[in-house]
């Protein structure tokens, strides 16, 4: 749909203002893809705003207890659930792994694709950076020796 707009006075006699082209009536592409996603989340059965979410540590907490790791040590019996702000996300194929930062630092989370259940990997699609996230698993230092839940 455009509009037209009526001539000023001052343009009297140089005939119709050129048509322009009105705003869409659709919403910022970047909410409508929020929206999507949410619905999306909906439909697989998860509260996209759960009422709260129990961490056993904060970021730091796991920094000063297991920092200490060398690459490639886990701790693979030892359960730490954490929250935070999404602040990147490298897809890998059958891995990928994202930043999350709380309000005392930052943590690399790593997801194997085969590891999760529907549900989870489900969650882990509909995620946007920015979006704030709970995370349980087991602590461990990469091969390059990045410390990772």
């Given at each position: 749909m455009?509009t037209?707009?009526?001539p000023?006075?001052s343009?009297?006699g140089k005939?119709?203002?050129?048509e322009?082209?009105?705003?869409?009536?659709r919403?910022?592409?970047l909410r409508e893809?929020?929206?999507?996603?949410l619905?999306?989340?909906?439909?697989?059965?998860?509260?996209p705003?759960?009422?709260?979410?129990q961490?056993?540590?904060?970021?730091?907490?796991?920094?000063?207890?297991?920092?200490?790791?060398?690459?490639?040590?886990k701790?693979e019996d030892?359960?730490?659930?954490?929250?935070g702000?999404m602040?990147t996300r490298r897809?890998?194929?059958k891995?990928?792994?994202?930043?999350i930062?709380?309000?005392?630092?930052?943590l690399?989370?790593?997801?194997k694709?085969?590891?999760?259940?529907q549900k989870?990997?489900t969650v882990?699609?509909?995620?946007?950076i920015?979006?704030?996230?709970g995370?349980?698993?087991?602590?461990?230092a990469?091969?390059?020796?990045?410390?990772?839940?």
């Amino acid at each position: 749909m455009s509009t037209t707009t009526k001539p000023s006075s001052s343009g009297a006699g140089k005939g119709p203002a050129p048509e322009k082209q009105a705003a869409s009536p659709r919403e910022n592409p970047l909410r409508e893809e929020k929206r999507r996603k949410l619905k999306g989340l909906r439909d697989a059965g998860v509260n996209p705003y759960p009422y709260d979410y129990q961490r056993t540590h904060s970021l730091a907490d796991v920094r000063a207890k297991w920092g200490h790791l060398q690459a490639g040590e886990k701790l693979e019996d030892t359960r730490v659930r954490v929250a935070g702000r999404m602040l990147t996300r490298r897809d890998m194929g059958k891995a990928a792994f994202f930043n999350i930062r709380d309000q005392s630092g930052d943590l690399q989370i790593y997801l194997k694709s085969e590891e999760l259940t529907q549900k989870e990997q489900t969650v882990y699609d509909h995620l946007d950076i920015g979006d704030f996230v709970g995370v349980e698993g087991f602590v461990f230092a990469t091969k390059k020796g990045e410390l990772s839940l």
